[in-house]
C-alpha cells in the first residue's frame, strides 16, 4: 500500500465510525449492513424509510466515489462469476447465521464491547485467514 492508498483508507474508516456512531446516537440502531438490508426486503412498514434511506446513501455514495476516483473501481478480478455468486450465498447464509455481518460485529459490537460481536469477528478473522491460507496453497492466489 502507498502512502495515498492509506490515507484513502483511513478516511473511510473515519466515514464509517462516524456514521455508525450517528446511526446508533440518533435511531439508536445498529449499522449492520446485512440486517438493514436484509430486514428491508420484508416491508416492514414501521422502518422501511430509515432502512431505504440507508441503502440508497450507500448507493450513492459508491456512485459519487467513482465519479470522484475513478481509479478506486479498477478491479483486476480473474475471479469467476459463479465463484463470486456462490461466496455471496456463503457470506448471506453466515451473516444469518451469525446474527450479523461483519460491519455489524465487526465495526459496532466490538465498539460496544459486547462479547458476542467479539466472538464473532474473531471467528470472521480466523475463517478468512483460513481460507486465504488453503487457497494459496492450492495456487488460486499468489
Known sequence: MNSEEIKMAFIGGLIIGLASALLLLFNGRIAGIGGIAGRLITFRVPDLMWRLDFVIGLVIGGLLLKNILPASF?????????????????????????????????????????????????????????????????????
Open 74 to 142: 479498477d478491479l483486476d478480478s480473474r475471479t469467476p462469476v459463479w465463484i463470486l455468486a456462490i461466496a455471496g450465498l456463503l457470506v448471506g447464509f453466515g451473516s444469518t447465521e451469525g446474527n450479523g455481518c461483519t460491519s455489524g460485529h465487526g465495526v459496532c459490537g466490538i465498539s460496544r464491547l459486547s462479547k458476542r460481536s467479539i466472538a464473532a469477528t474473531l471467528t470472521f478473522m480466523a475463517a478468512g485467514i483460513v481460507t486465504v491460507f488453503i487457497l494459496r496453497q492450492m495456487g488460486a492466489y499468489q
